[in-house]
């Protein structure tokens, strides 16, 4: 058989996560081809690019975009794991999962919001691989790296509030200082915890500390 597109991975991929355990990419690949029939020699087929093997890259598209819409979460580089909303939707859907099942979920909306349309192909929906008729290859690219960009921050931000407070306000002070705010001499100095009457950081912007920017790091609920 050929191998499937990316969207028709997705229900396999959620469903070998459901036994709730960690699993590696490497073992999502092995299983879900073991599921579907993909052969070894289907396994092998490289992307236009020479990168990647199509089977593969439409494997990683189908966790990337689970994971925007949190059915899937990774608690270390390499390693997904199955979330309660990923249960259920497991259960709600047992023929299929694909794009228009994550929609109903803000988080996979905001996702798709952050860069263009996917590229993809109009017969079998694979994303990120060769350009449509519609694209020149040079919007091929940049809508794949936009996509990519999106992913990436997703993926950052995720892992980012999942972190303690401490861990998120000496992020935002070295950030700042990284964005050269307070100049080349910026020193700072975390206060966050308790009794810091709402301040996490300052920022001295001269040597002499005459010069201090007090810092506010907040969590927000996404919009619902």
Known sequence: ??????????RPVLALHADGLPHTAADVRDDVAAVLGVTEDERQ??????????Y??????????????????????GVTQITQRGREVLAKHPDRVDMSVLAQFAEYVAFRSRSRPPLT??????????????????????QVVDEAHAAVAGDLLARILLRPPQFRERLVLKLLVNMRYGGLEAVTEHLGGPGDQGLDGLI?????????????????????
Do not use: C
């Open 45 to 54: 087929v490289p992307l236009p690019s020479g990168r990647t093997t199509r």
């Open 56 to 77: 593969a890259n439409r494997i990683a598209w189908a966790v990337t975009h689970m994971a925007q819409a949190l059915l899937l979460e990774r608690p270390a580089r």
């Open 121 to 142: 192909d109009r017969d079998s929906g694979s994303a990120a691989e060769e350009p449509t008729q519609e694209a020149s290859p040079s919007e091929a690219i940049t």
């Open 1 to 10: 058989m050929a191998v499937p597109d990316f969207q028709s991975m997705m």
């Open 204 to 224: 001295r912007q001269d040597l002499l500390g005459l010069d201090v920017v007090y810092v506010q790091a907040k969590r927000y609920a996404p919009d619902p």
